[in-house]
């Protein structure tokens, strides 16, 4: 048949022009009409419901009517009283003044040309075809089907692609058809490497020796491997190690008090506070200074004995993640939770960084602060960062 006429048919039915039922009958009565191509002079063929109704496989005698008058109606059939025929071009197909069906069908090659169509295609097709195994059957016959020089010749390159942009398709139901026609013998795959594939497409061969029950041998699993007796292994023929490796003893430790420079602890981070920077005084001096650059805290000596009354609320009472609930406290600024015993223990903190020999005035040294909690009643102050000067007294509720 024209190749025109084989696209016009699948696009009555891409157009919902015919349905699927329709394009199924339209194969049958293609194999019908090829049943009756070598009739005896004088003898006119007739059409009978029955034969359609086994080749599609459709029990609904009236259904398989409607189907052909809307063919004879859209002009795929020609009816001459009980005599049937295909057109042979697109000529008087009047759906096919639709630009969106034109431009589709400009982009297959050469539609006025004769495509071989071999009637066993034609039997499966109309029996089980789906719309996908349709559309991607019609692609490799017009690309890989030919009749030339009065023989039928198979091969070509057929791109899932060009079959999804053609026949308006999903690419991965092309896929899966062609896996599906690959698989019961149709389509013959050749070697090809992955550059021509990419570029031309996949090489097959239509098998015009194809049976619709043929279906080709699925792969079978490989036999299970031979059991081998157990037993030492052999000798390594070749103990001696590689020429790179020379030491395999571990590097010996520096003298005592030297300390690598791997083995130095990592400053500490507000990013990743740990147990340990709330417990040494120091790397808590550390955080406190990295707070205040980061605008989490004020530089005041009241906001330095919040911090570490922070960090020793959060030793007391964090059991299960004492870093979390000191950040939570100095991020959220809840100094109302910190108690006078986590003060205390802050004022003896921060006394140990600031003098950290322990020296202490006498009282009655113009240097005698007094003890803590007389500093903050009182205001007086020995000159100390963490303690307020000129007299004022420092506010820790």
């Given at each position: ?71 004879v109606?859209?002009?795929?059939l ?35 040309r ?10 499966y ?107 030492s ?8 190690l ?14 005592a008090?030297?300390s ?18 709330l417990t ?18 004020s ?29 939570s406290l ?48 009182t ?12 007299g004022n ?5």
């Amino acid at each position: 048949m024209s190749a025109g006429v084989l696209l016009a048919a699948w696009w009555a039915y891409r157009a919902k022009i015919l349905t699927l039922l329709d394009l199924r009958v339209w194969l049958a009565c293609l194999e019908l009409i090829s049943r009756r191509c070598e009739l005896h002079s004088g003898r006119a063929p007739r059409f009978r419901i029955v034969e359609i109704r086994s080749l599609v496989a459709c029990h609904n005698d009236v259904s398989i009517r409607r189907a052909t008058r809307r063919l004879v109606r859209v002009g795929l059939l020609t009816s001459s009283g009980p005599n049937l025929s295909i057109p042979r071009s697109t000529a008087n197909l009047s759906f096919l003044a639709d630009p969106s069906i034109t431009s589709r069908m400009d982009a297959a090659p050469s539609i006025r040309r004769i495509v071989p169509v071999p009637r066993r295609l034609l039997r499966y097709l109309a029996s089980e075809g789906r719309a996908s195994v349709i559309a991607t059957a019609f692609g490799h016959l017009l690309r890989c089907l030919f009749y030339r020089n009065g023989k039928c010749e198979s091969g070509g390159r057929c791109k899932s692609s060009w079959i999804a942009d053609v026949f308006a398709v999903d690419l991965r139901t092309v896929k899966s058809a062609r896996r599906d026609l690959i698989d019961r013998g149709w389509l013959l795959v050749r070697s090809a490497t992955q550059c021509e594939l990419n570029r031309w497409g996949l090489p097959v061969v239509i098998n015009l020796e194809w049976s619709p029950g043929a279906v080709a041998p699925e792969h079978e699993s490989p036999p299970p491997l031979r059991a081998i007796a157990g037993g030492s292994p052999p000798p390594i023929e070749n103990k001696k190690l590689s020429s790179r490796v020379k030491n395999h003893k571990p590097a010996t430790r520096g003298p005592a008090g030297v300390s690598n420079e791997n083995d130095s602890p990592k400053p500490p981070s507000l990013r990743r506070v740990k147990a340990e920077d709330l417990t040494e005084p120091i790397r808590l001096e550390e955080l406190y200074r990295l707070a205040v650059r980061e605008r989490m805290i004020s530089s005041t000596p009241c906001d330095r004995l919040r911090f570490f009354g922070a960090a020793e609320r959060a030793k007391r009472v964090g059991d299960r993640n004492p870093s979390g609930l000191f950040m939570s406290l100095v991020r959220r600024q809840q100094w109302g939770f910190i108690t006078q015993h986590d003060e205390d223990r802050a004022l003896q903190a921060m006394k140990h960084l600031d003098d950290p020999l322990g020296h202490r005035p006498s009282p009655g040294h113009p240097g005698y602060a007094g003890s803590p909690r007389e500093t903050r009643h009182t205001g007086i102050t020995d000159g100390r960062p963490w303690l307020a000067r000129g007299g004022n007294a420092v506010s820790c509720s």
